[in-house]
């Protein structure tokens, strides 16, 4: 998941690049807010370690 969240990033780089700025704003945002819910989603579990 986290690679596909680069990935977004990158095309939106790529975008930007060749003049298409809403798309990608749009793309960037929904990766920021994809990566902003991922994180929180896994920074709030607790750590489980066996011993």
């Not at 986290?2 to 690049?17: E, N, R, V």
């Not at 003049?19 to 994809?34: E, K, N, T």
């Amino acid at each position: 998941m986290t690679g596909l969240i680069f990935l977004a990033m990158a095309i939106a780089m790529m975008t930007a690049l060749a003049g298409y700025r809403g798309a990608s704003i749009g793309l960037f945002g929904v990766s920021a807010v994809v990566a902003v819910l991922w994180l929180d989603r896994y920074m709030t579990e607790p750590l489980k370690l066996s011993f």
